[in-house]
């Protein structure tokens, strides 16, 4: 059966702990592709300030994909109205691929935070769990959190050499005139650089 990861996000900018993440679940999870859904508005960031445009996100996701075989962007969230709730975006992958094992792909942050998620049930219903840790110690804690969510879909823990960067930080250093290049992909370090993105903030 055909196996595909979706991974959405604010992808403000992407960069390569976003690229980390994906390799390491197509390598443990077995993953025939993976899809990057760049959120309209995250609910988790409906106030956020310091936000590049869809299309400059968008065109920033498709470079990042270009660095990874079998990695692709969708805008299905983009192309909505409204806030990017995750239980609308694997139901319309759902309709999209009848016959394939849909895996969500989230942080360990993400995970443990999951039952708070609008409708986190009917998620489960549509799409399996890949979890990928980002903290060192978290692994007593994702596993506690797995056993319970069992119950009501699959979840699959995935180990990995722990990738601390975060788009903050990157966008921080981008106004402080730091090094940021090293935490992104060449091709997405040009297109910030030639669009002028995250000057006014």
């Not at 470079?63 to 239980?87: F, H, K, N, Q």
Request: charged share 20%; proline share 3%.
């Amino acid at each position: 059966m055909h196996r595909i990861g979706i991974f959405g996000g604010s992808f403000n900018p992407i960069h390569n702990g976003h690229l980390h993440l994906i390799r390491t679940a197509k390598e443990c999870l077995g993953l025939d592709q993976v899809i990057l859904v760049p959120a309209r508005v995250s609910p988790f960031k409906q106030h956020h300030t310091e936000m590049a445009s869809a299309a400059d996100r968008l065109a920033m996701c498709r470079l990042a994909a270009e660095t990874v075989p079998g990695c692709t962007v969708d805008s299905c969230e983009l192309e909505r109205e409204g806030v990017s709730y995750t239980v609308d975006t694997v139901r319309y992958f759902r309709q999209q691929y009848p016959d394939a094992e849909l895996v969500l792909l989230v942080g360990s942050d993400m995970f443990l935070s999951f039952c708070r998620w609008y409708r986190w049930q009917e998620i489960l219903q549509y799409a399996g769990l890949g979890v990928v840790s980002r903290e060192a110690d978290d692994r007593d804690a994702l596993e506690a959190q797995q056993q319970f969510l069992l119950q009501y879909g699959k979840i699959f823990l995935c180990s990995a050499d722990v990738y601390t960067i975060s788009s903050t930080k990157i966008r921080e250093n981008y106004k402080n005139q730091t090094d940021y290049s090293c935490y992104l992909p060449e091709k997405v370090v040009q297109y910030i650089i030639s669009h002028e993105l995250y000057q006014q903030e």
